[in-house]
């Protein structure tokens, strides 16, 4: 149980488009989801916490408008990387917690390359 | 606030030997700790986790983990390392009071030589 599903694994997008990458819960209902960033061969860097129904609260110097956050329902979160430029190609993850321990199950993340 | 320091970079051991990667956290009251591994090009695994108790811990594919408060470690072991066990290893310390946020390490690369 408790598996995250997140897609696309990989985007390639001209610069100035904008791309959207989804974070399903399948088997439970996430009260909490996660979006993380990630350079290679770095740590995990928390971009923003969303509750369903509520707006999603940024980690200091996260661009809100730059990374629009929607969690539309229990088991769906999406991350909008708008007007993305090659500084924005990374690897994101996001993850989904249905619990008050801060266990978090992680998706398989999502490689963007922007051109 | 909270912190986690994982002092190796990077560890290599030979298959079969055992292994101990070293986590350090700081935070003020007792903390919900977790272990995480990552496989090149994917998510995060929880490998084990410490919310009370006994302060070690069993988790999946042979691991296990020893909380020591005088420390404030949580270092991860293995009796025998599989050239499987190859990957990044993330340890992580949770903030009670902020439910489900959570604060990772640097990470961990094992390297796992035949």
């Known amino acids: 149980g408790a598996v995250v599903s997140q897609h696309p694994s990989w985007v390639i997008c001209k610069s100035g488009t904008s791309v959207k990458i989804e974070c399903r819960s399948l088997?439970?209902?996430?009260?909490?989801m996660f979006w993380y960033r990630q350079f290679p061969k770095q740590s995990l860097m928390l971009m923003a916490t969303s509750n369903e129904g509520s707006k999603a609260t940024y980690e200091q110097g996260v661009e809100k408008d730059k990374f629009l956050i929607n969690h539309a329902s229990l088991t769906l979160s999406t991350l909008t990387v708008t007007s993305a430029h090659p500084e924005d190609s990374s690897f994101y993850i996001c993850s989904a917690s249905r619990d008050s321990k801060n266990i978090q199950y992680f998706g398989a993340g999502t490689r963007l390359s922007v051109l | 606030a909270q912190s986690v320091t994982q002092p190796d970079i990077h560890i290599t051991v030979s298959e079969g030997a055992s292994l101990e990667l070293r986590c350090n956290y700081s935070?003020?009251?007792?903390?919900?700790l977790f272990w995480y591994v990552q496989s090149p090009g994917q998510g995060l695994q929880l490998l084990l986790k410490y919310f009370s108790g006994d302060t070690l811990v069993q988790g999946i594919k042979g691991f296990e983990a020893e909380f020591k408060r005088s420390q404030s470690s949580f270092n991860l072991r293995k009796p025998s390392v599989h050239w499987s066990d190859a990957a990044e290893y993330f340890c992580a310390v949770g903030d009670n009071t902020n439910a489900g946020k959570s604060t990772f390490g640097d990470g961990t690369t094992l390297t796992v030589k035949p």
């Open positions: 088997d439970f209902q996430a009260t909490t």
């Open positions: 935070y003020g009251a007792t903390p919900y």
